[in-house]
């Protein structure tokens, strides 16, 4: 079975709003996680580049249609991390006080690459911040590329 008859078997299409609904696994979140070799990936992003096209691993996956359960690809649109860093300081999961100090030169280039790569694969930036001890904004902005842009 490949894998677009894979993300077909395990979502069953719901009439009324057209969304996909997965059966299989959710995580936490609700999102759909399909395993792919052997590793557990988010199905929305599988379903996109099925029947979709590429994407590349800044780019993310956001539903139009708000069910996270949801992977037809029509309902699925492209957003940058970047994005879901303000959804999410948006939703207020996040406050970023005014006039805060730069601590950028405090890190190398290597510290801030490590810091963005881990707060865009989804760790907690407070948690990241405390391992470099910056702020937790200081290492928001680092992953959304407001600071260290050239990285
Ligand atoms: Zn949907």
Same mark, same amino acid.
């Given at each position: 079975?490949?894998?677009?008859?894979?993300?077909?078997? %395990?979502? /069953?299409?719901?009439?009324?709003?057209?969304?996909?609904?997965?059966?299989? +696994?959710?995580? @936490?979140? !609700?999102? *759909?996680?399909?395993?792919?070799?052997?590793?557990?990936?988010?199905?929305?992003?599988?379903?996109?580049?099925?029947?979709?096209?590429?994407?590349?691993?800044? %780019?993310? /996956?956001?539903?139009?249609?708000?069910?996270?359960?949801?992977?037809?690809? +029509?309902?699925? @649109?492209? !957003?940058? *991390?970047?994005?879901?860093?303000?959804?999410?300081?948006?939703?207020?999961?996040?406050?970023?006080?005014?006039?805060?100090?730069?601590?950028?030169?405090?890190?190398?280039?290597?510290?801030?690459?490590?810091?963005?790569?881990?707060?865009?694969?989804?760790?907690?930036? @407070?948690?990241?911040?405390?391992?470099?001890?910056?702020?937790?904004?200081?290492?928001?902005?680092?992953?959304?590329?407001?600071?260290?842009?050239?990285?």
């Amino acid at each position: 079975m490949n894998v677009t008859e894979r993300i077909e078997r %395990l979502s /069953i299409p719901e009439p009324n709003s057209g969304c996909w609904i997965w059966l299989g +696994a959710l995580d @936490r979140g !609700g999102y *759909a996680r399909i395993s792919l070799k052997g590793k557990n990936r988010k199905a929305s992003r599988v379903s996109y580049q099925q029947f979709v096209g590429e994407l590349t691993p800044e %780019l993310d /996956i956001l539903h139009i249609c708000d069910l996270p359960a949801c992977v037809n690809p +029509a309902h699925l @649109r492209v !957003g940058t *991390a970047q994005d879901n860093i303000f959804d999410m300081w948006a939703k207020g999961r996040g406050r970023v006080p005014k006039g805060e100090a730069h601590s950028n030169s405090i890190l190398t280039l290597p510290q801030a690459t490590e810091i963005r790569s881990r707060v865009l694969s989804g760790e907690n930036p @407070r948690l990241v911040a405390l391992d470099f001890d910056i702020s937790r904004t200081t290492a928001a902005r680092i992953a959304s590329g407001k600071s260290w842009r050239q990285i």
